[in-house]
């Protein structure tokens, strides 16, 4: 942490800042013991939370349990930088192989929507979580990236987006809109807004237990078994089973847990900072003032958010993943990413390099091998899962929920004909060769941007191997 200007009451780890803002909810029961249900969700995160509250919405008398180990909210969806973005994980043209061309841009169009469902049932429910629907502006800060940010802008104009979706910016807009030192082009989209994610986890869980759905915390699931013989599918707890016509797995990050998902999804690292609330002369040289959020086009990308009370957050991977799929359920970030991540927020805000940090933590996200989120219900097995967002789960979550509530119901709609429907991913491989590979992918990465930012002007081939490897 040397060099690193730290306030007196910094705090690394201790699950996320945004909980430091509001504090650690009380904690609900655990499970009594084994129980029936009609659905049983194993995760209360975003996923466990939008799935249960849609479905009670949609038929108020099923019977609905959620089964968390910590408390809702405890992972990704209480730790994550507060994106509410329409941006959608994973290869594009993989999806559409599934179902089509159109379907994919149906898709698309879906996750537009989709940033304002979550901003209205918000705002139905009484949830302040600080939102803004301030848009996203993505920056180039060297060639090699401002090649990449028009190659991506002209290859989504064919999967759905028109000019009003996203489009270039001129110079002086992004100026007027947020300083960003060494900026040769930018992109803007209105589909985003900024939320302050624990306040949502919070309010979303108080309405889904209002609404009549138990959710019992503290209670650690081992293993997920489908139905057999005609019977119900199960989720086997510590404090006992719980029987379910349908389980829905929402674990996201630490599906490895489970027995038989050790190499179903990798958890992978992310890493953020908070800068104390900086004064309104670092803003006056910074804009920022229509709280958008921002991220740039490297491989190892940063994300960051002008927060509420006027704080810099910004995060990126760090070290990206634990031996053997393990999880830090502190949240404590190691000093190297800490001083990295440092770096970037001076480099993009050079007016912000007085100021003191005064939070790091990080967290896990979900990753299929293919790296694309997928959605599925087995109603031969009772089993049903969604996830493997890839760190655009914020706003993919909500989507995801209702797509579950309608398979659920067994209703035939616009969101069960969309392609991350039913997708059968291959396992990682097996420890050491997952380790291995996933190391050399971000060494590739993080040599690809030093590359670049040295003297390529196009995208360094370091990064075409990385993604070859990866199966990006």
Not at 93 to 118: P, T
Not at 266 to 271: A, D, H
Not at 329 to 357: C, E
Request: net charge positive.
């Amino acid at each position: 942490m040397k060099g690193i200007p730290l306030t007196g009451d910094f705090a690394n780890g201790g699950v996320s800042f945004w909980y430091r803002q509001i504090g650690i909810p009380d904690r609900r029961a655990g499970l009594p013991g084994s129980r029936e249900y009609d659905v049983a969700i194993v995760g209360g995160g975003y996923t466990g939370l939008w799935t249960a509250y849609y479905l009670k919405k949609a038929q108020p008398d099923l019977r609905i349990a959620i089964l968390e180990k910590e408390f809702a909210g405890f992972g990704a969806s209480g730790r994550n930088g507060g994106w509410l973005s329409a941006e959608f994980a994973g290869s594009r043209k993989r999806h559409a192989k599934a179902r089509g061309r159109q379907a994919m841009i149906d898709l698309q169009h879906a996750m537009f929507k989709s940033v304002d469902e979550v901003i209205g049932v918000a705002r139905e429910e009484g949830i302040d979580a600080d939102i803004h629907k301030g848009g996203l502006v993505h920056v180039a800060t060297n060639p090699a990236q401002r090649r990449r940010l028009r190659a991506e802008l002209e290859d989504l104009r064919t999967w759905g987006y028109g000019d009003d979706d996203l489009r270039l910016m001129d110079r002086d807009e992004q100026r007027e809109r947020v300083q960003v030192a060494g900026t040769l082009e930018a992109t803007y989209s209105p589909h985003c807004a900024r939320i302050q994610p624990a306040k949502l986890a919070v309010g979303l869980a108080s309405a889904v237990a209002a609404l009549g759905v138990d959710i019992f915390e503290n209670t650690t699931v081992t293993e997920i078994r489908p139905r057999q013989g005609g019977g119900s599918a199960s989720a086997v707890t510590t404090r006992g089973v719980v029987s379910a016509e349908y389980v829905i797995r929402a674990t996201e990050g630490f599906t490895a847990s489970l027995a038989g998902q050790h190499r179903q999804w990798l958890p992978m690292n992310s890493s953020m900072i908070v800068t104390e609330p900086l004064p309104a002369e670092v803003w006056k040289h910074i804009g920022w003032s229509g709280n958008e959020l921002i991220g740039d086009e490297a491989h190892a990308y940063i994300y960051a958010q002008r927060t509420a009370d006027d704080r810099i957050a910004i995060g990126g991977r760090g070290v990206p993943y634990r031996y053997g799929s393990r999880t830090d359920d502190r949240g404590a970030t190691q000093p190297q990413t800490v001083a990295l991540l440092w770096r970037m927020l001076v480099k993009l805000f050079p007016a912000a390099a007085d100021s003191r940090v005064q939070h790091s933590w990080c967290g896990v996200l979900g990753v299929p091998r293919d790296w694309c989120s997928t959605v599925h219900l087995d109603h031969a097995t009772g089993l049903g899962w969604a996830g493997g967002y890839v760190g655009s789960g914020v706003t993919t979550t909500n989507l995801a929920g209702r797509t579950l509530r309608d398979l659920v119901l067994r209703r035939d709609t616009e969101l069960t004909a969309l392609p991350w429907v039913g997708r059968q991913v291959r396992q990682w491989e097996p420890e050491p060769l997952r380790w291995t590979g996933v190391q050399l992918i971000y060494a590739l990465f993080r040599a690809a941007d030093r590359h670049e930012n040295d003297r390529g002007t196009t995208t360094s081939p370091y990064a075409r191997l990385a993604n070859l490897i990866s199966g990006r």
